[in-house]
């Protein structure tokens, strides 16, 4: 009995088998990405954010004196908190000496009907924040048309966040980095666990499983389905008739 695949089957089988095995081996790229993004996170240094900005230092655990704008907030639209929606609150803080920069106070609830915006208790005396320096711009694809932002209509909300059209809203340079406040700042709000990213390294293994999985069943599925063929084949074949000698 000979091993009898056939070319459709072989095709699209071995087809499959590569395209996950490849999607096996990105997730293990992804995972090494984030187990370095997370070991950045844990050992950031700490320094000032005028220093953070300046050298770019993400993840880089900051500290600043200066005062918060109370007037002007961005309300970053779309963040979950416990299966609630709602909206991550951001407040300019001027640096005594040193440049404006976006802080990220945690979530707020919205309204279901969402026309109206939440209150923002901001306290926009002289003070300390400490927090994360972490990318101002929202990373990854993005579905609709980009944002409109206008001077005189305060709080805004926004989908994405872009350095560009928010400096332009505020009047004032923004550079392209935020602050995570610090989860016991007592101006912020609620989620402030920050962390690295929202997927660890870990869950990436496991997809990468996953993957090789599936494509080692691609492969026990070729070989099945072609000793089947085989089988049905040499079963069905007509055998030989024996004549009896006289």
Do not use: C
């Amino acid at each position: 009995m000979k091993f009898r695949p056939t070319p459709l089957l072989t095709v699209v089988l071995m087809v499959l088998a590569l395209v996950f095995a490849r999607l096996g081996y990105w997730q293990l790229e992804r995972k090494a990405e984030k187990a370095e993004l997370f070991d950045r996170f844990e050992n950031a240094p700490a320094m000032s954010i005028t220093e953070a900005v300046a050298e770019g230092q993400r993840f880089a655990r900051v500290e600043g004196f200066g005062r918060f704008d109370g007037e002007r907030h961005v309300l970053l639209d779309n963040r979950m908190f416990r299966g609630r929606p709602g909206v991550n609150v951001l407040t300019p803080f001027t640096i005594e000496g040193g440049p404006v920069v976006l802080v990220n106070r945690g979530w707020l609830p919205l309204p279901p009907d969402r026309k109206t915006l939440p209150d923002i208790p901001t306290d926009d005396s002289l003070r300390t924040i400490r927090g994360r320096l972490n990318l101002l711009r929202t990373q990854g694809p993005r579905l609709g048309e980009a944002d409109v932002l206008v001077e005189d209509a305060w709080p805004q909300l926004v989908t994405y966040l872009d350095p560009e059209p928010l400096s332009e809203a505020l009047g004032r340079p923004l550079p392209p980095w935020l602050v995570q406040l610090d989860a016991t700042d007592p101006g912020g709000f609620e989620g402030r666990q920050w962390r690295a990213a929202v997927m660890e390294p870990a869950t990436h293994g496991g997809y990468a499983v996953q993957w090789f999985a599936l494509s080692l069943a691609a492969v026990i599925i070729w070989i099945t389905l072609g000793v089947r063929n085989a089988y049905a084949r040499n079963t069905s074949a007509p055998k030989p008739e024996h004549k009896n000698e006289p």
